[in-house]
């Protein structure tokens, strides 16, 4: 696919990443980087940050060039952690299992009583008094939005499909469970479905914003927005699972750096700020999703997300002294003292070491000072043992991580004794202080360490250059004669002798579908099988059928890579 | 819900990809419905349950409790060695301070295995509550350990490793030996000379419902371990006595396996059989996590529960409490029970039939406790095989004394190599194991 795409005219490539404090934009012309925007983030209105960054970056290219637009944005994550979103009905049907009490507490909860088996058999039928009862209800409290959950919906999806055809009249948007993830995770499927309801309309009206500047702009490329899991999707699909684009600053740091990662290499990605330093994994060069779905403001989901980890530890990180020992973070109190902020910090600790150029050398001294003498030592070993202590506490944090990736239980002998583990054979470095701190850290995790190229906008770079993802979860149950795809909402009848290799090529088939749908690049559609298991079924001694799970995906990745160089 | 909050560990290994046979029960699916039902339920994501992975058992560890002829390997598959990893490692994680219980949700079982292993019966291979028992006394000291094994099945193979030890107490509950796989499991089945009444089984009718099994729990197995006072609580947790299990005749519900579970309150269980994998297992399994970890629990019900068809009849109520009150009996009296038994003996022996029902092979035994006052007493076995193999092994017991160490040890010394194809000797206090 990359040998085609030298061949094709290249055309323009915009990434933009609306982060909390700025917002960068790239432009890619011909494999390379053409040009570089960095502005402060107006939180009180992202779209115009994002907007003004977009002139910005177009000023002078011709417009009929531009291929293809991705957006990055914080604003559903912001709405969703300063609880600045509507409110949601959330009709569920739990079924037997957990009590009420247990699952994720919601204010306007109705629960019915029909409820769907593991198997996705029909146990108690849906009641349409109880149904007739909830609208009465919105209609009363004049409740617009609806999140419509199931246990076991992912298994059928029926219930929830009769509830919104009989909910649809009354409300503006209704989020359905089943369409959120295949993955089997009750409490999780609430959240998620509940979050996709509660910023669906923040999320139209940033639609059509977006969609009004590229019109006045004459754009007539697609516009993609970036996803938790580093992959895209366009506006159009976009619209129905705005949950899907939470997180999706942190995916595009990782999917930036990807960009120089070997390629079939384990590997870890460092972002260090100045509060906080977050850990992301690569196995094979692929970067590592999270087991189940990302986790924001205290909601566990269903959100295909990158795994990252954030640690309180960063350049501008306090330091002080616990029992004569120096401690660091998680706490930041301002800048570092050599730009003025009111206590020692690791930046300081690399300008009195001479790793850094940057503020007031004698404020950055006079800070070390304070450790030094309580700690016995000369101020430049003061500076020492924190900078040394700073890059050890990251590296130990790695080691956390990459031990609790090993540990991740398996289910099969097969995978237990075959005990793939993850070895990083290089550490890629962004973030402020980078450059200082990379090879130290590198030292203490046993492997090379790299900072690339243009580190300060690996975001913008990453929204730019990833593709369109995609997944589907498939269970064939040939004693039922049902083949259902999860995430799909669709149930097909198939023969008792369904094979496995049928489940296959079923989901390859379906997901290259629904990946075109997103906006995928038709030249640009490996599959990848990631759950492939097949259960022979036995009743009484006899086998009755096959019970095939199969799950596929279109994972995180880039379009192509850069080529190096670029403005400085 | 009894008690309060719990952390709670899990050990859960399906083993997805290993079946006894194509067409038998113990097959790859049979948890796969468990596991649906756990992971829809989210309790993964409590913070008080933490999944771990098990560990992967050694030859060392099935020595340590085991006689396999002709050795450990040839006994057992990968599957095995995984499943005993993960009882073991539920002991680990609860015994190291991890977590305040756990949970080994592992197969193959293995409560049917005997001291001595020509083979597998009743679906078992290796014990694999035995050897977590074993090596918990190997790593953290003397333990004074209570299993009690809550499969519809008689527990014969762990009554067996423990027959002669004073300071393991297995309680059995199970249906009546007469009606059921393995046919024994009676009252009168109470130890060895030296640990009578250690072993104590409560038999129940067919039909025996929640009521039933309460009753046995609060009239016979709380008080027995009340005055035993055991520093673990092990529950060989069988889910066959479930109303819908398609080999036995119980009506035990999932709410019943929760009320139980909460009310014994084990360190560890560790699931032994339970075949409705559909009907049952996915609500039983998540009442018990529920009950151990202290939370909620009664939401948990089966889809087709109907509590007044699974009512017990007045004649089972009347079976139920007779049973369990002979059980108390005989263990209120153990100790006039063992001076009878045990007269002016020195020495006692007991002749054995085993069967391996599913490898098919026929065993003898005859089995030699010294009497001794203070250990379990050194034993030796002496087993011939229909597959042409005979053994004999020596056993000295944890803590033993003295006099049995040393008769153990010129026993192994003495015995005719030419008369065996293989003689042994399990040194259970110094952890050792020889063979010549």
Same mark, same amino acid.
């Given at each position: 696919m990359q040998i085609r795409n030298e061949h094709r005219e290249q055309g323009l490539i915009i990434g933009i990443d609306v982060g909390g404090t700025h917002t960068d934009a790239v432009l890619l012309k011909d494999r390379r980087l053409c040009r570089k925007v960095k502005i402060e983030t107006r939180t009180d209105h992202l779209v115009s940050s994002l907007l003004e960054a977009a002139d910005q970056i177009l000023? =002078?290219?011709?417009? $009929?060039?531009? +291929?293809r637009i991705t957006v990055s944005t914080t604003l559903s994550t912001n709405a969703i952690i300063q609880h600045k979103i509507n409110r949601v009905g959330m009709v569920i049907s739990t079924g037997? =299992?957990? $009590?009420?009490?247990?699952l994720p507490h919601f204010d306007n909860l109705y629960a019915l009583s029909g409820y769907m088996n593991h198997r996705g058999i029909e146990a108690a039928p849906l009641k349409s008094r109880e149904l007739e009862e909830i609208m009465r209800d919105f209609e009363h409290k004049d409740i617009l939005l609806a999140g419509v959950v199931g246990k076991f919906s992912c298994r059928n999806p029926q219930h929830e499909i009769q509830i919104r055809d009989t909910l649809e009249k009354r409300v503006n948007h209704i989020s359905l469970g089943?369409?959120?993830?295949?993955? %089997?995770n009750f409490p999780r499927r609430l959240a998620t479905t509940y979050l996709n309801a509660a910023t669906w309309p923040l999320h139209c009206r940033f639609i059509r914003e977006l969609n009004q500047f590229i019109t006045n702009r004459g754009i007539t490329a697609p516009v993609y927005i970036l996803k938790a899991d580093g992959g895209t999707f366009n506006l159009a699909a976009s619209a129905s699972f705005?949950?899907? $684009?939470? %997180?999706s600053g942190p995916a595009a740091s990782v999917m930036g750096t990807l960009n120089i990662v070997t390629p079939n290499e384990d590997a870890v990605v460092l972002d260090i700020g100045g509060t906080t330093t977050d850990i992301a994994l690569f196995a094979e060069g692929v970067p590592l999703l999270e087991f189940l779905g990302v986790t924001l403001g205290g909601y566990k989901t269903l959100i295909r997300g990158l795994r990252t980890r954030s640690i309180g530890? =960063? =350049? +501008?990180s306090v330091v002080a002294l616990s029992n004569g020992r120096p401690i660091i973070g998680?706490?930041?109190?301002?800048?570092a003292a050599a730009l003025g902020g009111p206590v020692p910090t690791p930046t300081d600790a690399m300008v009195v070491s001479g790793r850094l150029n940057i503020g007031c050398r004698e404020a950055a001294v006079a800070a070390m000072r304070t450790l030094a003498e309580p700690l016995g030592c000369t101020v430049p070993a003061a500076a020492e043992t924190i900078f040394n202590l700073t890059c050890e506490l990251i590296a130990d944090a790695v080691k956390d991580t990459i031990e609790e990736i090993n540990r991740r239980p398996v289910y099969t002998i097969h995978e237990m004794l075959e005990c793939k583990t993850l070895i990083p054979k290089a550490v890629y470095v962004v973030g402020g202080p980078a450059g200082m701190m990379a090879s130290d850290i590198g030292k203490c995790l046993g492997c090379p360490a790299h900072v690339p190229e243009h580190a300060e906008v690996a975001n913008a770079i990453g929204a730019a250059l990833a593709r369109t993802t995609a997944e589907v979860t498939v269970l064939a149950d040939t004693e039922r004669g049902t083949l259902t795809f999860g995430e799909e909402g669709l149930q097909t009848a198939i023969s008792p002798r369904f094979t496995r290799e049928e489940a296959i090529a079923a989901a390859r088939e379906r997901l290259q579908a629904k990946a075109l749908s997103l906006g $995928?690049?038709? +030249? +640009?559609?490996?599959?990848?099988?990631t759950e492939d298991q097949v259960f022979p079924m036995v009743r009484d001694f006899y086998s009755t059928g096959k019970n095939i799970r199969i799950k596929a995906q279109i994972k995180p990745g880039l379009l192509f890579r850069l080529e190096e160089g670029g403005p400085v | 819900m009894t008690g309060s909050i719990k952390k709670t560990g899990l050990i859960f @290994?399906?083993? @997805?990809?290993?079946?006894?046979? &194509?067409?038998? &029960? !113990?097959?790859? !699916?049979? *948890?796969l419905y468990t596991q649906d039902q756990v992971f829809e339920e989210g309790l993964?994501?409590?913070?008080?349950i933490v999944e771990y992975k098990p560990g992967i058992a050694t030859t060392a560890d099935i020595n340590r409790t085991h006689i396999c002829v002709p050795d450990a390997r040839a006994v057992v598959t990968d599957s095995h060695l995984i499943s005993a990893g993960g009882a073991i490692k539920a002991a680990q994680v609860v015994l190291d301070g991890h977590v305040d219980n756990a949970f080994a *949700?592992?197969?193959?079982?293995? /409560? /049917?295995?005997?001291?001595?292993?020509?083979g597998a019966r009743g679906f078992c291979n290796v014990n694999i509550e035995a050897m977590m028992i074993d090596y918990i006394r190997s790593r953290y000291g003397p333990k004074r350990i209570a299993v009690v094994d809550t499969d519809c099945h008689h527990g014969d193979g762990t009554q067996d490793i423990f027959?002669?030890? &004073?300071?393991t107490l297995c309680i059995s509950i199970h249906q009546d030996g007469r009606t059921l796989y393995p046919g024994t499991g009676f009252h009168? !089945? *109470?130890?060895?000379p030296n640990a009578l009444g250690t072993t104590i089984n409560i038999p129940l009718p067919p039909g025996t419902s929640d009521a039933g099994f309460l009753h046995a729990l609060d009239y016979g197995i709380l008080p027995i371990l009340a005055d035993f006072k055991p520093d673990v609580i092990i529950n060989s947790a069988g889910?066959?006595? /479930?109303?819908?299990?398609?080999i036995t005749n119980m009506r035990f519900t999932a709410q019943g396996y929760a009320i139980l579970n909460d009310k014994l309150a084990p360190d560890i269980a560790v699931l032994e059989g339970?075949?409705?994998?559909?009907?049952?297992l996915p609500y039983v399994n998540v009442g018990i996590i529920l009950a151990m970890a202290g939370l909620?629990?009664?939401?948990?019900? !089966?889809?087709?529960?109907?509590a007044a068809a699974l009512k017990q009849t007045p004649d089972i109520d009347r079976f139920v409490e007779k049973s369990t009150e002979a059980a108390y009996q005989l263990w209120k009296e153990r100790h006039a029970l063992r001076r009878k038994l045990v007269g002016q003996n020195r020495s006692m022996t007991r002749r054995k039939h085993i069967y391996y029902d599913t490898d098919g092979i026929s065993e003898g035994q005859e089995e030699t406790v010294l009497i001794c006052e203070d250990c379990g007493g050194m034993v030796t076995i002496d087993s011939e095989a229909d597959t042409g193999r005979h053994i004999f092994a020596v056993m000295v017991p944890y803590l033993a004394c003295p006099r049995c160490r040393h008769a153990g040890e010129k026993a192994f010394d003495q015995a005719?190599?030419?008369? @065996?194809s293989t003689v042994y000797f399990q040194d259970k206090d110094r952890d050792s194991f020889q063979v010549k």
């Open positions: 000023t =002078g290219e011709d417009i $009929a060039r531009v +291929d037997p =299992g957990l $009590a009420p009490s247990q089943h369409q959120m993830s295949g993955q %089997l705005p949950v899907q $684009a939470i %997180l530890i =960063g =350049g +501008d998680p706490e930041r109190k301002g800048p $995928a690049d038709p +030249d +640009d559609l490996t599959v990848e099988i | @290994f399906p083993a @997805f990809d290993w079946a006894i046979s &194509p067409t038998h &029960p !113990e097959r790859e !699916e049979r *948890l993964l994501d409590f913070d008080n *949700l592992v197969r193959p079982p293995g /409560h /049917h295995a005997m001291k001595i292993v020509h027959w002669h030890d &004073p300071h009168q !089945e *109470l130890g060895g889910q066959d006595n /479930h109303y819908t299990d398609p339970g075949y409705s994998i559909e009907k049952a909620d629990y009664s939401h948990v019900r !089966e889809p087709d529960y109907d005719d190599r030419r008369r @065996f």
